[in-house]
C-alpha cells in the first residue's frame, strides 16, 4: 500500500474509533464528552457522514 492509501485508511480508522466513542458516551448520557469528541472529529474531518451524523443526533435529530 502506497503512502496516500496508508493516510486515508488511518483517517478512516481514526473516523470510525471517534464516532465510537461519542456514541458509547451518548449512551452512557455523558452529552458533554460526546460533543467534546464530536467536535474533535469536525476538526479532523468535518466532511465526513460520521460526523455529520453526530451532530445531528447532539442537536436532537436523533
Known amino acids: 500500500m502506497d503512502r496516500k492509501g496508508r493516510?486515508?485508511?488511518f483517517?478512516?480508522?481514526q473516523t470510525m474509533i471517534m464516532q465510537a466513542a461519542a456514541l458509547?458516551?451518548?449512551d452512557q448520557g455523558q452529552e458533554m464528552l460526546a460533543k467534546?469528541?464530536?467536535?474533535d472529529l469536525g476538526?479532523?474531518?468535518p466532511q465526513s457522514p460520521e460526523y455529520q451524523a453526530l451532530?445531528?443526533?447532539?442537536?436532537?435529530?436523533r
Request: glycine content about 8%; hydrophobic content about 40%; overall charge neutral.
Open 7 to 9: 493516510v486515508e485508511a
Open 11 to 13: 483517517r478512516r480508522e
Open 24 to 26: 458509547a458516551f451518548l
Open 36 to 39: 467534546r469528541v464530536t467536535d
Open 43 to 45: 476538526q479532523w474531518d
Open 55 to 61: 451532530q445531528a443526533r447532539l442537536s436532537g435529530g
